[in-house]
């Protein structure tokens, strides 16, 4: 059973315009979610992250909406730029420290930012 | 600030045959994870360590696989015998205290 759901497999936006990807999870025990970039041949990089006690997190060009109700988080990239063109993993853990902090993550989705 | 550090990045082997990765985390870093992340999917926890004690391993496959961290530093994880549905990238994270975890570059396994 598959707790973290990135349905969309890939999206294509043009340079400039909004880039949202979606992130749905089934377990309502998860306290804290991130995105996660990821270029081909390197590990992903730590991008933006929420925590369940809030519905929004700004930084830069990104931001992070949670809706708890709906079990349902968006990372927002306005502009999105060429350089943003990769695989995005959101990915939910039930606590910063100990044995609860494992990442479960959704299958990614590739955006790709047309010039 | 160095990264984690990985290596081989590569490793091409017969089913059957034993592998072993490496792992470097960041330094002061205590937690250690393993992922393995097979095409077309998420990464999924094999295995978190604490300094140089195992917190979680429920999902790592004991028959075939091991994994250990010296010292609470440098970690080791091994598979032997190999099978083809071994075949992922693994990846090893580290992270400070509650904060986000940093992920190496990866180990590509091909098992032929």
């Known amino acids: 059973d598959q707790q973290v759901k990135q349905n969309s497999p890939s999206l294509s936006v043009q340079e400039g315009r909004i880039s949202i990807l979606n992130c749905d999870y089934t377990n309502s025990m998860f306290d804290y979610f991130l995105w996660y970039k990821k270029y081909p041949a390197e590990g992903p990089t730590f991008l933006i992250s929420?925590?369940?006690?809030?519905d929004k997190n700004e930084d830069g060009r990104f931001t992070v909406f949670l809706n708890k109700s709906a079990k349902h988080l968006s990372l927002h990239i306005v502009p999105s730029q060429p350089g943003d063109s990769a695989v995005y993993f959101c990915a939910a853990s039930l606590s910063l420290t100990g044995a609860n902090s494992k990442l479960t993550f959704g299958k990614g989705i590739t955006l790709s930012v047309r010039p | 600030e160095a990264g984690v550090a990985q290596s081989p990045r590569y490793k091409i082997i017969e089913k059957r045959q034993s592998v072993a990765f490496w792992c470097n985390p960041i330094s002061g870093h205590a937690t250690l994870y393993w992922y393995q992340q097979i095409l077309g999917q998420g990464p999924k926890l094999l295995i978190q360590f604490q300094n140089n004690g195992v917190v979680d391993d429920s999902q790592l496959p004991k028959d075939r696989f091991s994994a250990e961290r010296l010292k609470g530093v440098d970690s080791t994880l091994k598979i032997q015998p190999a099978k083809l549905e071994d075949s992922a990238v693994y990846l090893c994270?580290?992270?400070?205290?509650?904060?986000?975890?940093?992920f190496g570059p990866g180990t590509r396994l091909t098992v032929l």
């Open positions: 929420i925590s369940s006690i809030k």
């Open positions: 994270a580290s992270s400070a205290r509650g904060n986000e975890q940093f």
